[in-house]
Every structure is written in structure tokens, then in C-alpha cells.
């Protein structure tokens, strides 16, 4: 992104935190996976939460990519080099988001829709919820609601996890939970949503039990869920 310098001259360690997050956006906005994995490394050795590297570093870079893909300064290839290496950094942070020795507070089924490929969200969902105690079975993406029914009554979860990105396939969310109602087990499961193009009033139109924000959201919502269905 930025061209002030050249890049090889850059020795991350040695950069303040400020100048290494803007650096790492930069990485990450340039598909430099390596580059995104040290500064990662980095800010923890600096005892800098799991969180705040995500929120702060990562998140920070893919929000900046997403404006320029949207203006159309990136393109698909650019993009899927970022989430790569968004993905690198995100693997470092794993098993701190998801140290979790308590007992298992739920189980969740998750998947994107069909139609959409999009991934990072959910996955960063699947730690946060494997952090907070709850085992989560991924289904990945682009799942057809015979995929998210199989899946339903294979794992026999306490909650259904769906994730969108495109306004052109958030609608299929209503196709899936109207099919669990046809089939009279819509009351069997908690059903959560989220994805960027939502929001609170779609989780209602479309019958989920709530639209979470965020995978911060994801998991308090899910704990309360779950303590309002046990206690039911
Ligand atoms: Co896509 N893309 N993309 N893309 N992409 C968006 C979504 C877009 C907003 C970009 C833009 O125009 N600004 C736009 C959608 C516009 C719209 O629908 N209104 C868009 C488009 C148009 C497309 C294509 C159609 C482009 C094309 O081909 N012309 C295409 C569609 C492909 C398809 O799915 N069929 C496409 C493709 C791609 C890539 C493959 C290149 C890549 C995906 C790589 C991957 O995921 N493995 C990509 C990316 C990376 C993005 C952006 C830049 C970043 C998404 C992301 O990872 N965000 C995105 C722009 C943006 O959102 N700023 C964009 C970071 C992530 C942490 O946030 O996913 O929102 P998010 O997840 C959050 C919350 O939403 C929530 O918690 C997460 C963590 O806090 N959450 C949940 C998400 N899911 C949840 C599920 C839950 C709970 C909470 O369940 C309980």
C-alpha cells in the first residue's frame, strides 16, 4: 500500500507498536503472508492480547482492503492474497482464541451459505466460540440447506451458525430456517446470525433467534441462548 520505502529495508522487531500495526496493515494489504505471521509473533511477545492483535492489526488491514476492493483499486486475485495472508496471522492467534479447559458449553453447527465463499468471519467465529468452552463443527462454505440439515442430524448441535457476506445470498438464511420450519424443527435448535451485510432487523425478518455483530457477539449471545434453552 505504501511506497514511502522499500519494503526489504523494514525490520519489523525494531518498529514501535504503532508503526508495526500501520506496517502489518500495509503487509496484509499486500498479500504478504510471512510479513503478517512475524508482526503477529511480534506484538504478542509484546504481550499484546490475542484479541487486540486480531482487532487492532488484522481486521484493521482487511477493513482497509475492503474499502479499495469496493472502490475497485483491488480485485478479486489481490483480495484472496490478503485474506491468505489475514489467514496466516490468524493461525498464530488460534490456539490463544481457542485455549479453552473448560467444560464444553454447547455445541455449534456452522457454515457459510450457498452461494458464498466468503470465510474469514466464520472462522474467526469458530475460535472465539472453541475459546469460550463450545464445541464447533465447521461446515465450511457455500452450504445447501440438505448440507446444513445433514449436518443437524449427524451432530445433534444446540445451535445453528450462519454466515453471509453478499446481500445476494443473505436471503438464503430465510430458505433454511423456513425449511426447519416446514420440517417441525425449527424449535429444536438456537439459530444465530451474522456476516457484514446484516443486521439485527434481517435476523428477525428471516426468523433467527439473533444477528450477532461480531464473534464477540457471537459468543455471548450463544452462552445466553444456550443458559435460556436449558433453563426452558
Ligand atoms: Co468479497 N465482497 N466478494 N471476497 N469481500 C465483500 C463482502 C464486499 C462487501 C466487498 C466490497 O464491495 N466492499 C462485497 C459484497 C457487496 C455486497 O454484497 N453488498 C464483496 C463482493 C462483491 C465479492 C464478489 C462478488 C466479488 C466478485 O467476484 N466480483 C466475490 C463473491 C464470491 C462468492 O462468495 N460467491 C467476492 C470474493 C471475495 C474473495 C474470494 C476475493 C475474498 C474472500 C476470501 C475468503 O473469505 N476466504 C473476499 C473478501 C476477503 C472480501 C472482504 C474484503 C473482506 C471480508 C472479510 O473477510 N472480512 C469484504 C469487504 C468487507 O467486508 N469489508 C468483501 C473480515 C471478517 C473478520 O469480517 O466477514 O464481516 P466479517 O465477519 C465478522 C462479522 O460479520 C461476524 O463476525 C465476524 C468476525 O467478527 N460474522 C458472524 C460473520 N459471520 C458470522 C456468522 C455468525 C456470527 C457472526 O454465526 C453465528
Not at 136 to 163: C, R, T, W
Request: with cysteine; charged share 30%.
Amino acid at each position: 500500500m505504501s511506497d514511502d520505502y522499500d519494503d526489504e529495508d523494514i525490520i519489523l522487531g525494531d518498529l514501535p507498536d504503532d508503526e508495526l500495526v500501520e506496517q502489518m496493515q500495509d503487509d496484509l494489504y499486500d498479500g504478504l503472508k510471512e510479513e503478517v505471521i512475524e508482526g503477529t509473533e511480534i506484538l504478542l511477545e509484546r504481550g499484546w492480547a490475542a484479541d487486540k492483535v486480531l482487532t487492532e492489526a488484522l481486521v484493521g488491514g482487511m477493513t482497509i482492503v475492503g474499502i479499495d476492493f469496493r472502490d475497485g483499486i483491488l480485485f478479486v486475485p489481490e483480495v484472496l492474497s490478503s485474506a491468505n495472508a489475514m489467514k496466516g496471522g490468524m493461525e498464530v492467534l488460534r490456539p490463544l482464541l481457542s485455549a479453552s479447559d473448560g467444560a464444553r458449553a454447547g455445541k455449534m453447527v456452522i457454515g457459510t451459505v450457498k452461494g458464498d465463499i466468503h470465510d474469514i468471519g466464520k472462522n474467526l467465529v469458530k475460535m472465539m466460540m472453541e475459546g469460550a468452552g463450545f464445541e464447533v463443527i465447521d461446515l465450511g462454505i457455500n452450504q445447501s440447506v440438505e448440507e446444513y440439515f445433514a449436518a443437524l442430524e449427524e451432530h445433534k448441535p444446540d445451535i445453528l451458525g450462519m454466515s453471509a457476506l453478499l446481500t445476494t445470498t443473505m436471503p438464503y438464511m430465510k430458505v433454511v430456517i423456513d425449511e426447519m420450519v416446514s420440517q417441525g424443527i425449527r424449535e429444536d435448535y438456537i439459530v444465530l446470525v451474522g456476516g457484514a451485510p446484516l443486521n439485527e432487523e434481517f435476523g428477525e425478518a428471516v426468523g433467527a433467534d439473533a444477528y450477532c455483530r461480531d464473534a464477540a457477539s457471537a459468543v455471548d449471545i450463544a452462552k445466553e441462548q444456550v443458559a435460556l434453552k436449558r433453563a426452558s
